[in-house]
């Protein structure tokens, strides 16, 4: 679920059932309730 107005950056994976309430930042991870960046860089 997406709060407001949320930026979610390029390339980002959201976990299911994850509660964005603010910018996700390109290249991240995001998970949980509310949403926490676990991962930030480059997925290879």
Do not use: R
């Amino acid at each position: 679920m997406i709060l407001g107005d949320i930026k979610i950056g390029s390339n980002c994976t959201i976990g299911a059932m994850t509660l964005v309430n603010k910018d996700v930042p390109a290249n991240s991870i995001a998970v949980g309730i509310p949403a926490k960046i676990t991962f930030k860089g480059d997925k290879k």
